[in-house]
């Protein structure tokens, strides 16, 4: 109970530093241009299943350009918001009467940057259970020169964040999501 309760408390923290944690935070990303979208049909004939299922990718215009409807809006929905607006698209239009879609965001194009005082500085793949120290440690770990703390910045806004604060309690850290900025800071004391 005590680390679901300090989980709780940082959590709200950082929501009102504006970083927008909150338990959002643990739900789906938000749908960008240029990610790659896996889509699955299943509830109709399977050779309507092949024709419609495929990767597509959000256009520049936050679009996405579906057999047999056309565009659709994907960018700013989560996955399931837009499973849910094909599906009663693919309905209305009576294409299908009982359609199931599975909007799933393909691997590998979306990325945590960490950079400064760690082993190996790069963009991490981020992956839905990705946490502050996870991303620090895909990235080597902190280096000789480590210091203890952080610039974490998320959508323009950053933050200093206590790194040992977070290894000597690890109920402190905190998801990060794909965009998410981290830099370890240098120190010539190290830890």
């Known amino acids: 109970m005590k680390r679901a ?3 709780t408390t940082i959590l709200a923290a950082f929501a009102l530093l504006g970083l927008g944690f909150a338990p959002a935070a643990f739900a789906q990303s938000v749908l960008r241009v240029g990610d790659n979208l896996e889509i699955r049909l299943s509830g109709v004939p399977p050779e309507e299943m092949g024709a419609f299922s495929a990767t597509y990718m959000v256009d520049e215009a936050g679009m996405l350009n579906l057999p047999y409807i056309g565009l659709i809006k994907a960018s700013g929905l989560q996955a399931n918001q837009l499973q849910q607006n094909v599906e009663n698209r693919l309905k209305a239009e009576e294409i299908f009467t009982h359609p199931t879609i599975v ?3 393909a691997n590998g194009n979306r990325f945590v940057n960490v950079r400064g005082a760690v082993r190996a500085p790069q963009r991490i793949v981020y992956t839905p259970d990705m946490t502050f120290m996870l991303a620090i440690t895909a990235a080597g770990g902190l280096g000789d020169f480590a210091g203890k703390k952080a610039r974490f910045s998320r959508d323009g806004k950053a933050t200093i964040i206590d790194i040992k604060k977070i290894i000597s309690d690890p109920s402190k850290d905190f998801p990060v999501r794909p965009g ?5 800071l240098e120190s010539m004391l190290g830890f």
Not at 180 to 184: G, L, P
């Open 5 to 7: 309760s300090a989980t």
């Open 180 to 184: 998410d900025q981290i830099e370890v």
């Open 103 to 105: 909007v799933t965001i």
